[in-house]
């Protein structure tokens, strides 16, 4: 079957509503179709208090249907190769849809591979995740009975970079709640040298973490998952470039260690912040198993193989396998006729629903440029992005910010509160106002 529209969206999350309802906003004679096979539309910010008890996940999933701006024509399939130079995408029911105009949203896949073990044990044996299954983290929590509580993060780009810390202070939270904190170790380690890379946030942050005397492990990249014996094993990168610059036999972070490091190589303040005492196992000189009781972690993440193996993907570099787009009109780099955004664009700033929020109005303002060929493309992207620092319950700071770091902030939400200081008025916003404003206003391009 063949069928032929003026402007095809690839994928109904939140990045393909909120494109497909802005563009009707501005001309509803546009011939819209938008792919995706999915029956539910999930408000996925939500998961990060679903896996802390504080929001049912029932109330973060929708039926699509109802979603899709009416007008908008839903293809219900999934889409399976794309043929950018002919203009046209196959489905896994053999449908092929010629367009002229071509929007790619189709969010990231979660690459299991990319750490041994962690496909047979995720979401059981104690080793959860709020991507995969909040409602399991929760149980998770509830059965902690004390110990190591590690959590991690991967190296690869992952949305909501913030996420893998959130969980942990509600988790903190909920142990002392519980009375099971004293008993507890929680640590963090994290393949980057920092733990936000934004100021004033990682000031704000750095506090919150002496506070809760969290244990901060630097430049740990999860590499496997024992789930027997319990035991998460990282390779030490911190100067992965240049081996003779590895930082040598770490041991246990609580030791002095500086003799054995080679000149150049980071100091243990470089690598430890409130060394905790917990057991590991040395493998190598950069390889370390951390021993848990129970470990939360974001799964490596990649753009989708049908993105990865089509011609719209970047081929080498960095940003290998994800749409290359530019950074400011979010237009495709060699097809002209091309947009992405969301989760699958090749852009320098965190995969959020927020940064969609940003994004969306500058695709549809220059699509509808390139669609009357009058060669302005006005519309400006500036990186925005945003991360919602839930600190505990009742707890949050807002994160906001640009291309390279540049702090930001919306001047809606700034004009009332300073959003780098832990509020109760921001976590009522990311409970029940953000929620509201997603479903009753972005989705209806209207926010
Ligand atoms: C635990 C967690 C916490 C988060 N917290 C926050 C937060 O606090 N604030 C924030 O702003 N963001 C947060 N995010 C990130 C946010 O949800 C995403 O960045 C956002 O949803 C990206 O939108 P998207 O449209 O690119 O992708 P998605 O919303 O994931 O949608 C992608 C769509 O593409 C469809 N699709 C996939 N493959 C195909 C195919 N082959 N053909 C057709 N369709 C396809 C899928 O079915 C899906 O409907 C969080 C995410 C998680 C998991």
């Known amino acids: 079957m063949e069928q032929h529209h003026q402007i095809a969206i690839i994928g109904a999350g939140t990045a393909g509503i909120?494109?497909?309802?802005?563009?009707?906003?501005?001309?509803?004679?546009l011939d819209i179709a938008i792919i995706d096979p999915a029956s539910k539309h999930y408000y996925?910010?939500?998961?990060?208090?679903?896996?802390?008890?504080?929001?049912?996940?029932?109330?973060?999933?929708?039926?699509?249907?109802?979603?899709?701006?009416?007008?908008?024509?839903?293809?219900?399939?999934?889409?399976?190769?794309?043929?950018?130079?002919?203009?046209?995408?196959?489905?896994?029911?053999?449908?092929?849809?010629?367009?002229?105009?071509?929007?790619?949203?189709?969010?990231?896949?979660?690459?299991?591979?990319l750490i041994e073990g962690l496909e047979e044990t995720i979401n059981?044996?104690?080793?959860?995740?709020?991507?995969t299954?909040?409602?399991?983290?929760?149980?998770?929590?509830?059965?902690?009975?004390?110990?190591?509580?590690?959590?991690?993060?991967?190296?690869?780009?992952?949305?909501?970079?913030?996420?893998?810390?959130?969980?942990?202070?509600?988790?903190?939270?909920?142990?002392?709640?519980?009375?099971?904190?004293?008993d507890t170790t929680v640590v963090f380690a994290t393949p980057g040298g920092v733990i936000f890379g934004v100021d004033p946030f990682k000031q704000t942050l750095m506090e919150v973490v002496d506070r809760k005397e969290i244990g901060l492990r630097f430049f740990h990249k999860i590499t496997r998952i024992d789930a027997e014996n319990k035991i998460a094993y990282f390779s030490i990168i911190a100067n992965e470039d240049d081996p003779s610059k590895l930082f040598h036999n770490i041991g246990n972070c609580?030791?002095?260690?500086?003799?054995?490091?080679?000149?150049?190589?980071?100091?243990?303040?470089?690598?430890?912040?409130?060394?905790?005492?917990?057991?590991?196992?040395?493998?190598?000189?950069?390889?370390?198993g951390i021993h848990y009781d129970m470990l939360h972690l974001a799964p490596p993440q990649a753009a989708p193989d049908f993105i990865q193996e089509s011609p719209l993907a970047a081929t080498e570099g960095p940003n290998k396998g994800w749409v290359p787009v530019d950074m400011n009109t979010l237009q495709h780099d060699k097809y002209p006729n091309v947009?992405?955004?969301?989760?699958?664009?090749?852009?320098?700033?965190?995969?959020?629903?927020?940064?969609?929020?940003?994004?969306?109005p500058v695709v549809v303002e220059n699509l509808m440029h390139v669609m009357k060929q009058d060669g302005a493309l006005t519309g400006s992207y500036e990186g925005y992005s945003s991360c919602p620092l839930?600190?505990?319950?009742?707890?949050?700071?807002?994160?906001?910010?640009?291309?390279?770091?540049?702090?930001?902030?919306?001047?809606?939400?700034?004009?009332?509160?300073?959003t780098s200081k832990e509020q109760w008025t921001m976590w009522l916003l990311k409970k029940y106002m953000l929620p509201f404003m997603y479903w009753n206003m972005m989705l209806k391009g209207k926010a």
């Open 18 to 29: 909120t494109v497909a309802a802005q563009l009707l906003l501005k001309d509803k004679n």
């Open 44 to 113: 996925q910010p939500a998961w990060t208090l679903v896996g802390a008890g504080t929001y049912d996940y029932k109330d973060t999933e929708r039926d699509m249907g109802p979603l899709i701006p009416k007008g908008v024509k839903w293809i219900q399939e999934a889409v399976t190769t794309i043929d950018a130079e002919g203009n046209k995408l196959n489905t896994n029911k053999g449908t092929v849809i010629s367009y002229d105009y071509l929007v790619v949203c189709p969010g990231l896949k979660y690459d299991y591979s």
């Open 124 to 131: 059981k044996n104690d080793v959860c995740s709020n991507y």
């Open 133 to 182: 299954d909040p409602d399991y983290t929760w149980k998770v929590l509830q059965n902690f009975k004390g110990g190591v509580a590690l959590f991690t993060q991967p190296a690869t780009p992952i949305k909501c970079g913030g996420a893998p810390q959130k969980i942990m202070y509600l988790a903190d939270d909920y142990f002392r709640k519980s009375g099971v904190r004293k």
């Open 254 to 288: 609580a030791e002095d260690v500086s003799a054995k490091k080679l000149s150049e190589a980071p100091s243990p303040a470089e690598l430890f912040h409130n060394p905790k005492d917990i057991k590991t196992t040395q493998v190598s000189d950069t390889e370390i």
């Open 339 to 360: 947009f992405a955004l969301g989760d699958v664009a090749a852009l320098p700033t965190a995969k959020t629903g927020a940064a969609v929020r940003k994004q969306a």
């Open 390 to 418: 839930v600190t505990g319950y009742g707890k949050m700071l807002l994160a906001e910010f640009k291309y390279n770091n540049v702090r930001d902030s919306d001047p809606l939400i700034s004009k009332f509160v300073d």
